[in-house]
């Protein structure tokens, strides 16, 4: 078949070495002007370890691994270690789940895409027609397309998904949060581990590894109306969030958010939807099932996700209905216990109430005692 695939993030990647290696004829699609960059450390684990062994990739991926062995010191506003939480032995489900960069994984994944994928970037989809058994797409430089199939791998914010689907507000379950991210902080420069403060639905964690820092700011908020491309909204939207705390390193961080050029910031949410596909355009990983990054495993979606995509609709030939009703059975009881993680992981790092962080903080100590 001829395969449009919108995104080249880890699900499109994915998507598109497990196509081509079906010997379907695939084009990417990315708006940005090469492979998505951006974001700080993601897990892959689980059934997604299995799919980086069949792509020969696992190795690779172990070698670029950044510690899980890493402890979260919850602090007050002096700084003042109250609680400790080690991922590796309360969180994680094996010690063979790996964290690793975003941008590294992209290019383990990007090295392995087979040659004759073609990408085409600087682009967006801008309209889907469905015409007999295949697809007309036409592109925002003018050109029309025809295809078989389209994957929309294009995330939270799917394009696909709203030419298809209809607005994202009818399949968000947005979690009440915002978060924001540099991912190269001067201010944490030196620490080891992830130390994170709280005030009542606030928090900041800086995460080093003893040379370079990531920061993460987080606020819990009604809905806010803004332009997820307008990064200059977006910072003043974070400085006005932490305008009055002036705990611990906050006012040095929120500075730095003027200026750092690896911003980034969004809504706290999951995508829920009844079905993932819609006559011959599929989604895939966060433009389907979203869990959040409270859940830690939405790289891992992705990849078990392109890997399911491409099995089932092999397995089907020529029914391509039944292919992709087949990807969903595949997929759907591991989307419904990833997205079930997310209230608990926001628990842990954003309580609501000053009360709650005393608790949070109690039930980690009897966890595990500081030593």
Not at 53 to 80: N, Q
Request: hydrophobic share 45%; aromatic share 8%; glycine share 10%.
């Amino acid at each position: 078949m001829d395969i449009i695939v919108s995104g080249s993030s880890i699900a499109g990647l994915s998507a598109a070495y497990w196509l081509a290696r079906s010997g379907h004829r695939v084009t990417v699609v990315e708006i940005s002007p090469g492979v998505r960059r951006g974001g700080i450390a993601v897990d892959v684990r689980g059934g997604a370890l299995e799919v980086a062994k069949d792509m020969g990739l696992h190795e690779e991926i172990l070698r670029s691994r950044v510690p899980t062995a890493d402890i979260y010191y919850f602090l007050d506003a002096a700084g003042t270690v109250k609680a400790t939480f080690e991922p590796a032995v309360q969180f994680y489900d094996s010690p063979e789940d790996v964290e690793i960069s975003r941008d590294r994984l992209s290019d383990i994944l990007q090295d392995a895409v087979p040659a004759e994928v073609a990408f085409r970037y600087g682009l967006s989809l801008v309209s889907i027609r469905e015409h007999g058994d295949g697809v007309e797409v036409a592109l925002s430089d003018g050109t029309v397309h025809n295809c078989d199939l389209v994957v929309g791998a294009d995330g939270m914010h799917s394009n696909v998904r709203s030419l298809t689907f209809g607005p994202e507000r009818d399949h968000v379950r947005y979690l009440g949060l915002y978060v924001a991210i540099v991912k190269r902080c001067r201010t944490g420069r030196g620490m080891e581990g992830s130390h994170v403060y709280n005030s009542p639905g606030r928090m900041l964690m800086l995460r080093g590894d003893g040379e370079e820092c990531s920061a993460l700011l987080g606020f819990r908020s009604e809905p806010i109306d803004y332009d997820f491309r307008d990064l200059s909204a977006q910072r003043r939207i974070v400085k006005e969030a932490f305008r009055d705390d002036r705990a611990w390193k906050l006012p040095e961080v929120v500075a730095e958010i003027e200026t750092a050029e690896d911003f980034y910031f969004d809504s706290v949410g999951q995508i829920r939807m009844p079905a993932w596909s819609r006559g011959r355009v599929v989604l895939l990983g966060d433009a389907a099932y979203c869990a959040s990054f409270f859940s830690g495993m939405g790289t891992s979606l992705a990849m078990l996700g392109a890997f399911h995509l491409a099995q089932s609709l092999d397995s089907c030939g020529d029914d391509v209905a039944g292919g992709l009703a087949a990807y969903e059975r595949a997929m759907r009881p591991v989307v419904d216990e990833a997205q079930a993680m997310a209230d608990a992981g926001a628990a842990i790092l954003f309580p609501e109430t000053a009360d709650a962080i005393e608790a949070r903080n109690a039930e980690l100590m009897a966890e595990a005692p500081m030593s």
